[in-house]
Nanobody
Framework: QLQASGGGLVQAGGSLRLSCVSSGRTFSSYAMGWFRQPPGKERDVVATIRAVGTTYYADSVKGRFTISRDNAKNTVYLQMNSLKPEDTAVYYC?????????????WGQGTQVTVSS
């Protein structure tokens, strides 16, 4: 089970930190990812982190978002800075099927992020 939290309403330029707690799997052995689905659009990848810590970011968030993981707490984080209205979306965390990545087939319930202009 994946439990995401930390979403909310923030003004443009502000920051939020999302958290996702995992249970039921050996967290440290799997890649983790954050995805988002804006209103009326498809879900897309935001950032991923491999079991060994290697990270990937979508171009739209590079330099603004940071993904990290704490294996002792079974938690993956997404620090979001310099938020823009176009970052408004439901954000989901997911577990990859392998240590290096996807397919991402185990999903949390999502947390809403709304950025006002």
């Amino acid at each position: 089970q994946l439990q995401a939290s930390g979403g909310g309403l923030v003004q443009a330029g502000g920051s939020l930190r999302l958290s996702c707690v995992s249970s039921g799997r050996t967290f440290s052995s799997y890649a983790m990812g954050w995805f988002r689905q804006p209103p009326g659009k498809e879900r897309d990848v935001v950032a991923t982190i491999r079991a060994v810590g290697t990270t990937y970011y979508a171009d739209s968030v590079k330099g603004r978002f940071t993904i990290s993981r704490d294996n002792a707490k079974n938690t993956v984080y997404l620090q979001m800075n310099s938020l823009k209205p176009e970052d408004t979306a439901v954000y989901y965390c997911a577990t990859g099927r392998t240590w290096s990545g996807g397919p991402y087939d185990y999903w949390g319930q999502g947390t809403q992020v709304t950025v006002s202009s």
